[in-house]
């Protein structure tokens, strides 16, 4: 079973960079795919990017879209969120997840495609 562990969220102003980090642990560590979620208070949890651990492509929603990346760094088995925060709607609770299962790109956007889930880390935007 693998375990994943948020961290990196905090308060910070818009327009400011944030950086989350997701620390997988467990053996054996062997992803198809990962991906961050986020969900604000209210809304549907929303897909935020993804990418199949063993291809150079990645996928981004269209509110994060030019402005979140995802660097990993397969040693260390983390895999980041760079955010360029814009306003308030960038505001929610981060999520990593990953699957082991075979998963098309375009099938990790919907967050039912994984299986394993980190407990989240809380943003907070201020304008």
């Known amino acids: 079973q693998v375990q994943l562990v948020e961290s990196g969220g905090g308060l910070v102003q818009a327009g400011d960079s944030l950086r989350l980090s997701c620390a997988a642990s467990g053996r054996p560590f062997n992803p198809y795919a990962m991906g961050w979620f986020r969900q604000a208070p209210g809304k549907e949890r929303e897909f935020g990017a993804a990418?199949?651990?063993?291809?150079?492509?990645?996928d981004y929603g269209d509110p994060v879209k030019g402005r979140f990346t995802i660097p990993r760094d397969n040693a260390e088995q983390t895999v980041y969120l760079q955010m360029n925060t814009r306003n308030r709607e960038d505001a929610a609770v981060y999520y990593c997840?990953?699957?082991?299962?075979?998963?098309?790109?375009?099938?990790?956007?919907?967050?039912?495609?994984?299986?394993?889930w980190g407990q989240g880390t809380q943003v907070t935007v201020s304008s």
């Open positions: 997840a990953t699957t082991i299962k075979p998963t098309p790109l375009s099938g990790t956007t919907d967050s039912r495609n994984f299986e394993s």
């Open positions: 990418f199949r651990w063993s291809g150079v492509r990645q």
